[in-house]
């Protein structure tokens, strides 16, 4: 959204007071934000006392700027407060997922099964000798078994490195190095747009690389044809089956290491995001209860986002489990077989509680709304979105057509960083407007500021920052610890600097602008401009590369590149080279970095000391009149790129 629309629309925008009813019956009361703000971590204590603790804690916080500990001296464990607290409580027979996978096969597993299941899961760790802290990456479809296998790590303590799915071999050995895992849990394969797509010869061809892994634990899901290693690979089946079903939780120290999860910074190479387990449980949990109003009782609740990211990992793994939610678990994509899959879905089950992101809203707006109405909606009470700016037409798109005008839309700014939500309106309590992700959440404080940290004031735009330790920060970025320091906390002095633009309206609301850094977000996903310059540059047709993110309607931004050939390679009109290396960045990185459109150039443009000017090269891919080039070294440089633009777009 450009920042004139956004203008108009932060006067004007419509708001929607929460109907009486909802806010009547809703968890989190007017009052929430008066009480944090009297004694934030008062408030924070008071919901760490949700979870179920085997010891105490001694402090609330100790913030050494920018380490920070959480409920120091307590004890827990991750896996026993989702599933075995919910069983001894006598809820044991709830439903924990209803699984559906794409061919239409249904599973329902209540928390008593996923207990069980959980248990000799972790069993089966421990035979393979898999202990306290050690690094397991786990590389699934969107199958229970994905669910099962976190928190079997997360009970006996080792730490789980989740990879998307999605992801190349390259991208997968990357981060089984960096965080030196010892296991890999992986599937054949899974169902993926009509056909099983193999997942096995990936982690196959990654542990050709240098690496310590010992065993690979294999899902047999599809039962495709599945080369074997029997040095390294064991079917789950095979070990998990025969294990007890009995097994005693360890408690582990609220800082304990649950997860690494990789993510992309400004450099080629992804940052090892870490979390700790006290702080990071307590907020995953209540920000589940009080933004999504979870009635663990009566509520159907669905998160449409693959585990492999932060938002599968809280939610929903660890905050609707501990809060004893029934889940849908969907494994393939919303277009199969047909347009509907997803609302077809929702009427099945009786979802009330639907998040989602603003690509998927869009893709349905897109493809019209004879695929909702088709069914019956009437189950939903609450929206969610996720991920990126939502538009304001996309919003109302979703209230209307999806939401039948009487569900409350919470849009949830977060990261992978920060663990939980952080700034949503609340349902029953914030009125919104259509756009706008409202205001920091009770016990957070975020600010907009100006580039010398100066609060920017109502009506004004800026950087976000966060200014107080919030208990799911993380704890670092793994083994990188000046990186640690260098990303978040040194452009403004101990406060963290989100990577975020965002503005406040003169009501003070706040509107996320996107990344200000050189992160681009396709489809909600955070992709960096180096780490597809490092892909393409790796092809031995490729001399220098550039890359930008692209408005695009659909995706939020879409990947556009500039390269320059090396020297005796024939731009021939290129078509068959641009997809050459359109398919190079999906083996290097993953589909999802596979850029829209490649065009190949002469010239780069570069300031005297060398460095590329993004800011025009963004002006052509954006289709729009260059900005100011007087810094360019070669002021003809723009010119020639415009003139002999050789665009390879793509549509898939
Ligand atoms: O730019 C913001 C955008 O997504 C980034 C975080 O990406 P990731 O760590 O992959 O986590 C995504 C899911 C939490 C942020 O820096 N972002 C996320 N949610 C929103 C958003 N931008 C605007 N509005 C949101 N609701």
């Known amino acids: ?24 019956a809703a968890n989190a009361k007017a009052d929430i934000y008066e009480i ?14 949700a979870l179920t603790w085997d010891k105490p804690w001694s402090k609330v916080l100790e913030w050494n700027s920018p380490y920070a500990k959480w409920f120091i001296g307590g004890k827990l464990n991750a896996s026993v407060n989702c599933l075995d607290r919910h069983v001894a409580a006598g809820i044991g027979d709830r439903v924990a997922f209803h699984f559906e996978g794409e061919p239409g096969d249904t599973r329902t597993i209540t928390y008593a099964q996923l207990l069980s299941e959980v248990k000799k899961s972790a069993n089966a760790l421990i035979e393979l000798g898999i202990k306290a802290e050690d690094r397991v990456a786990i590389y699934m479809p969107m199958i229970p078994e994905a669910a099962i ?41 899974g169902f993926r747009k009509g056909g099983a797509f193999a997942l096995k010869p990936a982690v196959d061809e990654a542990l050709k690389g240098k690496h310590n892994v010992k065993n690979v634990l294999v899902v047999k899901r599809t039962g495709q044809e599945t080369a074997w290693n029997s040095e390294l690979d064991i079917w789950w ?15 582990f120290d609220s800082e304990h290491p649950l997860f690494i999860l990789y993510t992309s910074g400004t450099t080629a190479k992804p940052k090892g995001i870490f979390h700790t387990t006290g702080g990071y449980l307590t907020q995953a949990a209540f920000t589940h209860k009080a933004v999504f109003d979870l009635k663990a009782e009566s509520d159907v609740y669905w998160c449409t986002a693959d585990i492999g990211w932060i938002t599968g990992h809280s939610y929903v793994v660890y905050g609707p489990l501990i809060n004893g939610a029934t889940q849908v678990m969907y494994e393939g994509t919303p277009d199969t077989p047909h347009k509907g899959r997803i609302f077809e879905l929702v009427e099945k089950y009786g979802v009330t509680i639907l998040y989602t992101a603003p690509t998927l809203i869009r893709t349905w707006m897109k493809w019209g709304d004879e695929f909702p109405k088709a069914h019956n909606l009437k189950s939903l009470r609450l929206l969610g979105s996720v991920g990126e700016p939502i538009n304001p037409e996309a919003w109302m798109w979703y209230r209307d057509v999806i939401g039948g005008n009487r ?9 992978t960083e920060t663990g939980a939500i952080m700034i949503s309106p609340l349902p029953g309590v914030t009125a919104t407007k259509p756009g706008s992700a409202m205001r920091p959440l009770p016990g957070i404080s975020a600010k ?35 990186r640690y320091k260098s990303t978040y906390w040194s452009r403004f002095e101990n406060k963290y600097f989100a990577g975020d633009g965002a503005k406040l309206d003169t009501d003070g609301a706040i509107w996320l602008l996107g990344r200000v850094d050189d992160v681009m977000n396709v489809s909600g996903h955070r992709i960096s401009t180096t780490e597809v310059e490092s892909a393409l540059v790796s092809h031995e047709a490729v001399a220098e590369a ?22 005796g390679i024939p731009n021939v009109g290129g078509d068959e080279l641009i997809q ?6 999906s083996k290097e990185i993953g589909p999802i970095a596979k850029p829209r459109q490649i065009m190949v150039v002469a010239e780069l443009p570069k300031t005297r000391s060398g460095k590329i000017m993004r800011r025009l090269l963004k002006d052509v891919a954006e289709n729009r009149a260059v900005g100011d080039s007087t810094t360019l070294a070669d002021p003809n440089v723009m010119k020639l790129i415009k003139e002999g633009l050789s665009t390879g777009k793509d549509e898939d």
Request: net charge negative; with cysteine.
């Open 546 to 567: 550039a890359v930008v993110g692209a408005a695009d309607a659909m995706t939020g931004q879409g990947i556009v590149a500039f390269v320059i050939l090396r020297g």
């Open 407 to 415: 569900c409350p839309i919470v849009d949830t700014w977060w990261q």
């Open 237 to 251: 089946h095979d070990i998990v089956d025969r294990q007890s079903a009995e097994h005693v939780a360890e408690s």
């Open 580 to 585: 050459q290396l359109r398919n190079h960045v």
């Open 448 to 482: 907009v500021v100006d580039d010398k940290a100066q609060e920017v004031g109502n009506g004004h735009g800026g950087f976000l920052i966060l200014d107080e330790p919030w208990p799911s920060m993380l704890r670092g970025i793994w083994g990188e610890d000046e």
């Open 149 to 189: 296998a976190i928190l079997a790590c997360a009970r006996i303590g080792a730490m789980h490195s989740v990879v998307f799915g999605g992801f190349s071999a390259e991208a997968l050995l990357s981060r089984i190095q960096d965080a030196d895992a010892t296991l890999v849990i992986t599937a054949d394969g």
């Open 1 to 24: 959204m450009s920042n004139e629309s956004l203008e108009n629309l932060s006067h004007e925008a419509r708001t929607f007071a929460p109907s009486k009813e909802f806010a009547a």
């Open 36 to 49: 944090a703000q009297r004694d934030r971590l008062g408030f924070w204590e008071e919901q760490a006392r």
